[in-house]
Nanobody, 123 residues
Framework: VQLQASGGGLVQAGGSLSLSCTAS????????MGWFRQAPGKEREFVAA????????YYADSVKDRFTISRDNAKNTVYLQMNMMKPEDTAVYYC?????????????????WGQGTQVTVSS
């Protein structure tokens, strides 16, 4: 099983980036998926999660109303649209697949992880 994340890069504050993460090796249409991030010198933190059908989402307070998580089960892909970005959004972003269908916010609830993609927001 592999999760391949892409879409990271450099953006100015106030700008937008879109991340995607495609799973291969098996289908995860019955699993919730999520995004986490880790800033330099900090622990990895939860960003957003989406349930297996895509009808329920949950966000960290720090990104609520700015980020949108979505998924396409036919493509085995989860997305993270990031708008109104801030320098404090700078981090390595990781996608992950949870072991169940409902929303999961703890790292320990996730079994599969992508390799991470760097997002840098300049002020």
């Amino acid at each position: 099983v592999q999760l391949q994340a892409s879409g990271g890069g450099l953006v100015q504050a106030g700008g937008s980036l879109s991340l995607s993460c495609t799973a291969s090796g098996r289908t995860f249409s019955r699993n919730s998926m999520g995004w986490f991030r880790q800033a330099p010198g900090k622990e990895r933190e939860f960003v957003a999660a989406i349930n297996w059908r895509g009808g329920t989402t949950y966000y960290a307070d720090s990104v609520k109303d700015r980020f949108t998580i979505s998924r396409d089960n036919a493509k085995n892909t989860v997305y993270l649209q990031m708008n109104m970005m801030k320098p404090e959004d700078t981090a390595v972003y990781y996608c992950a697949v949870a072991r169940w269908a409902s929303i999961a916010t703890l790292e320990t609830n996730y079994d599969y992880w992508g390799q991470g993609t760097q997002v840098t927001v300049s002020s």
